[in-house]
């Protein structure tokens, strides 16, 4: 077709069709002529909107069902002149090749369709993009005369750049540019997770490249301390749901870098159990855990373990907070509650405490994707998430007496909370709830006699779990003089025959696992 040196050249191709027709219209109203491709042109004509098909443009029709429409010179040629270089001026005129100015574009969507339960292989290759992310890269690239678009929510502010100027300018293309090339960075990212995790069986669990994409959800007002700038990110392209990524915070003041941490150790920390569940987290550690027959009662239960620690705390509940547990709160200070939701009398409660940060995730536990990473100066340690450690089916009777039935489920009750607690970690625990936990000591016997000192009431008859083994008898001897009489460990020390023989000499039962639930 012919070709006009004055036309305005927009491109259009979208398969989120959010907000496109505003954006056609504001630029149709400017002067641009909307050039675009199967499903986006019919949108846009249905709006009664003009728009040019790119075949029509090119002189050439689609081919192989679409999957080579806009792989053409006169695309790509008018996305990549620059328009200070004559010799590309003289080219583009010479071939009759008219320059493009802005680019919309969003692509097919691979990552929803990876995590959508039942797809196939050939669907989910299907929405491998090509043409797409060759025009947002060419737009990007040659940004400082085209603008590339691929944000519904950028949107607005283009179409009000064009209409209050004429033109995107400088600054909001360079942001573009980024953002676009950010955008084909992580679909890249995602296509090679997927073939990667293909090949996983024959090259191990972790690929040789390992693609990290986060987008900010908000910036903090601090670090874990005020001189350290501080963002929060979610991971792109994995499932969200019940995740700290996915709550939506209810009321209360900012979440900082430190809430953060504790809401999501709380709210992990809760989710082992089936049964009603609160958690107090305080410094990223459990101070009181309890389970109960109704969410009041296991929040009382998890308070009055360590009501002094509690204070300043954060509350992650497993069930939808209601306004008796609301009311337990009474005039106790926290910093933040989880929880999947909450009921309207107890949003009447928490209201009269304003600055109390309130966050409802979902329905459903935390759902732990992809891999467990840490930075470390110069790398980044990535390790399998710690997913084991509740049911004790497998464990091993060592000692001449074996848990009687309550001890059994103490056991089993401590055993789910130890593997959150910071290394070295004790807890002892009976009747479903904590009574005393040692935190992050040096020596395992200390933590041992750390966690007896927090306790606010008699250990008689409580049980022990440790998260990793005794290296000494010492630590037995420890829990039985707090009285405790019967004790989870994962064993494998060179001197269990000690501990064990200890075990028996106070009548104590004890558990093997074969299993440690480090937590650095």
């Avoid at 309130?358 to 935390?366: I, N, P």
Wanted: glycine content about 10%.
């Amino acid at each position: 077709m012919g070709t006009s040196p004055n036309r305005r050249l927009a491109l259009l191709s979208v398969h989120d069709k959010t907000g496109i027709i505003d954006l056609a219209r504001a630029l149709a109203e400017a002067g641009f002529t909307l050039l675009s491709t199967g499903g986006t042109a019919r949108a846009l004509s249905s709006a009664g909107l003009g728009v040019t098909e790119v075949s029509d443009h090119t002189g050439f029709p689609e081919l192989l069902d679409g999957r080579v429409k806009t792989l053409h010179p006169k695309i790509h040629a008018g996305l990549l002149a620059r328009r200070d270089r004559p010799d590309h001026v003289a080219a583009l005129r010479e071939a009759g090749i008219e320059p493009i100015e802005l680019v919309v574009i969003n692509l097919y969507p691979f990552e929803q369709t990876v995590l959508r339960p039942g797809a196939t292989r050939e669907e989910i290759v299907e929405m491998i993009d090509i043409g797409g992310p060759s025009l947002i890269r060419a737009a990007a690239k040659n940004h400082q005369d085209v603008a590339a678009v691929v944000d519904p929510s950028d949107y607005p502010r283009v179409a009000a750049a064009i209409k209050q100027s004429d033109r995107v300018p400088d600054d909001l293309r360079r942001e573009l540019a980024a953002k676009a090339f950010a955008r084909t960075a992580a679909y890249d990212a995602a296509i090679h997770e997927f073939l990667a995790s293909e090949a996983g069986g024959a090259a191990g669990a972790f690929p040789q490249n390992l693609d990290l994409m986060y987008e900010k959800v908000e910036e903090l007002r601090y670090g874990e301390n005020p001189h350290q700038a501080a963002a929060f990110y979610r991971e792109m392209g994995a499932v969200l749901d019940g995740t700290l990524a996915s709550a939506a915070q209810v009321q209360g003041k900012d979440l900082s870098f430190n809430n953060l941490l504790d809401l999501d150790a709380a709210w992990r920390l809760v989710s082992e159990f089936p049964a009603p569940a609160v958690a107090v987290v305080k410094h990223n550690n459990p101070c009181g855990v309890a389970i109960g027959d109704a969410p009041a009662e296991a929040f009382t239960r998890a308070r009055d373990a360590d009501p002094v620690s509690a204070f300043g705390g954060v509350v992650g509940l497993n069930r939808p907070m209601d306004g008796a547990t609301a009311g337990e709160i009474g005039d106790l200070f926290l910093e933040a509650i989880i929880a999947p939701s909450y009921e309207e009398g107890a949003l009447r409660v928490l209201r009269k405490k304003p600055n109390l940060r309130v966050l409802s995730v979902g329905a459903g536990s935390v759902r732990l994707t992809g891999l467990d990473m840490r930075r470390v100066s110069g790398g980044l340690l990535v390790q399998a998430w710690d997913r084991d450690g509740a049911a004790l089916d497998g464990a091993r009777v060592v000692t001449r007496r074996a848990p009687h039935p309550r001890e059994r489920k103490d056991l089993e009750f401590a055993w789910s909370v130890v593997k959150h607690v910071r290394s070295n970690a004790i807890v002892y625990a009976s009747g479903g709830r904590t009574l005393g936990i040692g935190a992050g000591q040096m020596s395992r016997v200390d933590a041992v006699r750390f966690g007896a000192l927090k306790a606010r009431e008699s250990l008689n008859g409580s049980v022990l779990a440790s998260d990793a083994f005794f290296p000494f008898r010492d630590g037995i001897d420890a829990a039985a003089d707090a009285g405790a009489t019967a004790i989870v460990q994962p064993g494998g020390s060179k001197r269990d025959s000690e501990t064990i023989a200890a075990a028996d000499e106070h009548g104590m039962a004890m558990l093997f696992t074969g299993e440690r639930h480090f937590r650095h």
